[in-house]
């Protein structure tokens, strides 16, 4: 049974006297806690006690006693005491200070009569209750533990249980540590495989695409005066697996027969390179997305003559497939355009600017063609420049 930090006093049995004396209440434990004692005579041998509070988390919330009444000579009144005669019931009365005392009331108040009840419950509740020291000190330290927990780690216990589940899996994952290698280290090992598969299944692709290109180019060779060169694909491997796949394409290029193939950047002249460029934009053109603009910025470069109307009308075969955006000037590829823009270049003071305008009509169209063939629009040159541009339409 717990002790009861209040002062009890037996009430005399002569008179069946309750009295209520206002109690000190329970010293705090591990929180702020406060009570009042009741003290009330259900019979003329017993005097039950009750105090009722709220002192922490681990007492939970009462504290009981039930003590012996003693038989004795009825003493004088005191202080906080009033008598009553027998057989009468208390009532509450409160001074000027708040401090409560009994004073007669009606004994067939119904609320005394729960006041004797649940006095007797709260004493039997408290003689089955069990108090066990060791028990509140050990919850008082896991309290504070948890406070010191909480101040370190997080101001919350959702907090502290997400860090004690991060070190859980460190700590699992160190003491599994062999059995993580290897796992890792099959796994890297599959991946490998899986690696060294795929590369040479694109390595495959590779060499037959690589075949059927070179042929297709080396077609357009001849529509482009270089039908002796000769046009291949490479192939280099690497020493590791790349992004890329397993090795490095190269273009090889030869433009005369007998020579060997090298590498196109190298052996290449000016013209040379626009020409084979030009071959494999138009091999490509099937396979491109027809969405997007080709753009030519002096492909021309190198070329002239029959080789320049020859790129002039790959360039226009480039066009009913896709929208071409090609700056020339050679007048054999600008006959192919469907509209014809000038630069101008206007010099003024300290400064030079580059000016555009549209050609919209026929006779101005055939005189800036007779310019870019003669440098001037005489008669000759404006009859070439319409033989030209009737060409390019068949």
Not at 79 to 105: I, Q, S, Y
Not at 185 to 190: D, K, L, P, R, W
Request: charged share 25%; aromatic share 4%.
């Amino acid at each position: 049974m717990l002790p009861t930090p209040a002062s009890i006093r037996a009430a005399p049995s002569a008179k069946s006297r309750p009295s209520c004396n206002p109690a000190v209440p329970p010293p705090p434990v591990g929180g702020a806690a406060f009570g009042i004692a009741v003290v009330v005579e259900v019979a003329e041998a017993v005097t039950v006690s009750v105090t009722v509070g709220v002192a922490s988390l681990a007492l939970g919330a009462g504290v009981f006693e039930v003590t012996p009444g003693v038989p004795e000579e009825e003493p004088p009144p005191e202080k906080g005491v009033l008598p009553l005669e027998a057989g009468a019931v208390p009532e509450v009365v409160t001074d000027d200070e708040g401090v409560g005392t009994f004073g007669a009331v009606d004994e067939e108040d119904p609320l005394q009569a729960e006041t004797v009840d649940l006095a007797a419950d709260v004493a039997g509740a408290a003689d089955a209750a069990e108090y066990d020291p060791a028990e509140l000190e050990a919850i008082n330290l896991r309290l504070d533990l948890i406070d010191r927990l909480k101040r370190k780690y997080g101001g919350s216990v959702e907090e502290l249980r997400a860090v004690a589940q991060r070190a859980h899996r460190t700590i699992d994952d160190y003491e599994n540590r062999d059995k993580l290698v290897a796992d890792f280290t099959a796994a890297v090992e599959a991946a490998k495989r899986e690696l060294r598969s795929v590369a040479a299944a694109l390595t495959a692709l590779r060499e037959k695409a690589a075949v059927a290109l070179s042929k297709r180019v080396v077609a357009e060779f001849a529509e482009i005066a270089l039908g002796a060169g000769r046009f291949e694909v490479a192939f280099e491997p690497l020493e590791r697996i790349g992004p890329h796949g397993a090795e490095r394409v190269e273009f090889l290029f030869a433009a005369n027969a007998g020579e060997p193939a090298r590498p196109l950047t190298r052996v290449a002249s000016g013209g040379e390179l626009s020409r084979v460029l030009l071959a494999l934009v138009v091999v490509l053109a099937a396979v491109r997305d027809a969405r997007t603009a080709l753009v030519f910025d002096e492909i021309d470069a190198g070329v002239g003559g029959a080789t320049a109307t020859a790129v002039g009308a790959r360039i226009g075969a480039l066009a009913r497939r896709g929208q071409v955006v090609c700056v020339t000037h050679l007048a054999q590829l600008a006959t192919w355009a469907d509209r014809h823009y000038v630069l101008d270049k206007l010099e003024q003071t300290a400064v030079t600017t580059i000016g555009v305008r549209e050609i919209g009509t026929a006779k101005e169209r055939e005189g800036e063609i007779a310019r870019m063939l003669s440098g001037e629009p005489q008669a000759i040159a404006v009859r070439h420049a319409r033989a030209l541009l009737a060409a390019a339409k068949k």
